[in-house]
């Protein structure tokens, strides 16, 4: 307990909730909601495991210091005063991220700038030299917040977003972001107890995260390096126990999870990122058009997909695109739940059936919906519900 410390992983709008539970079930303490954030505590090998095994969280960070401002010199002056030495070396490079919420300031690149400068200044004072800045890949991220005149400086335990999984080397238009993707299936109750169905599965996305999901295989397994592999106090052999200790964790999968795309270019690259996470015995990606598909077999299927809407790809005659994501799950897919998002609430008025459930979600900037629709075993009519809002 002494040696556990507070951090805040950041996530995506929504996704509160879902971040909160990961936390907690992954041993997190004192766990509490924010704004796209979750803040919680635990020690160094937590925060080795959170960055390693949570789904829904794009960054953790290690806050380092808080104090007040009055201006930009005493901003200066408290961060000059902290010892950066102590958590970089001088021939290492870094990179300052702020987030700005405040009447003494209204920039965050001038915050950056100034920030940057503070650290600088210090080790050309104490040592001489001076580290350089590094944009795209430090050996230290320092990410800086200040509401009003509240100023929290942060370490980066993760570096990259975590949304970059590792195992997408090939892409296709309009990819869906993973830590989107993750969220959806917890969304949609996806356990692993069914056959999952992905009929539009571009990159493969949805059907990778729902592999690693069903066999509880960590969501960053697959990822180069963390940021905290860069820092002074990394514990080499502490990581290694926690990546070990958390694939023990994984579990057999016993269902089959599909993944279709109708253009050839598509399933080849969803095919390449399955081999890439090291999934393909439980991925399979066919080339097929989802409009002349049938459902294999009497058992329930769990289908999740994110089809292409007109802000994000130009669609002809979108109406009776979705009109056949209708017919096709109202004729051929009985004893199916199938959710899918969109961010045009229009063309979801062509599907031709009631949704059950509309989760609000945004993908990227985008203002979106995820819609549910059960689709009954013993009849091709839809039976409907109460859509929950």
């Known amino acids: 307990m002494a040696n556990n410390f507070k951090m805040l992983a950041k996530t995506m709008h929504g996704f509160e909730d879902m971040l909160a539970k990961e936390l907690t079930d992954l041993g997190a303490i004192n766990v509490e909601k924010g704004v796209r954030s979750v803040t919680f505590e635990g020690d160094t090998g937590f925060m080795y495991k959170a960055n390693l095994c949570l789904r829904t969280a794009i960054k953790i960070l290690k806050p380092i210091r808080t104090f007040f ?35 003494l300031f209204n920039h965050s690149k001038y915050i950056s700038l100034k920030t940057k400068d503070a650290i600088v200044d210090r080790f050309r004072n104490i040592l001489g030299k001076r580290p350089n800045v590094d944009i795209k890949y430090p050996d230290l991220r320092i990410n800086i917040h200040i509401q009003r005149n509240q100023v929290t400086i942060s370490l980066d335990s993760s570096g990259q977003s975590l949304h970059q999984r590792g195992y997408k080397t090939a892409t296709n238009i309009a990819p869906i972001n993973e830590v989107l993707a993750a969220g959806i299936l917890l969304q949609s109750g996806w356990d692993g107890q069914s056959d999952f169905l992905d009929p539009m599965c571009g990159s493969g996305t949805l059907c990778i995260e729902a592999a690693m999901i069903a066999c509880n295989i960590p969501a960053n397994i697959n990822r180069r390096e963390f940021a905290f592999e860069k820092w002074a106090d990394y514990d080499e052999e502490l990581f290694e126990k926690i990546v070990e200790s958390s694939l023990k964790k994984t579990r057999e999968f016993h269902h089959k999870i599909y993944g279709y795309d109708k253009a050839p ?23 097929k058009d989802f409009f002349a598909s049938e459902k294999e077999g009497d058992e329930k299927l769990h289908m999740v997909f994110n089809p292409p809407y007109g802000q994000r790809l130009e669609i002809k005659e979108f109406e009776e ?69």
């Open 69 to 103: 401002v009055r201006s930009e010199q005493d901003l200066y002056d408290k961060v000059y005063r902290m010892e950066w030495e102590r958590m970089m070396k001088v021939n290492q490079t870094f990179a300052v991220d702020a987030t700005v919420n405040s009447d």
């Open 265 to 287: 270019s598509a399933a080849r690259k969803a095919a390449d990122n399955v081999k890439n996470a090291n999934l393909a015995e439980y991925i399979t990606i066919e080339q």
């Open 321 to 389: 695109f979705y009109r056949n994501i209708g017919d096709t799950l109202k004729n051929h897919y009985a004893n199916t739940e199938a959710w899918f998002i969109t961010a045009d609430p229009e063309a979801v008025k062509n599907v031709g059936l009631r949704p059950s459930r509309k989760i609000k979600l945004y993908n990227g900037k985008l203002e979106s919906r995820l819609y549910k629709y059960d689709i009954y075993a013993g009849s091709k009519k839809a039976k409907f519900k109460k859509p929950q809002s």
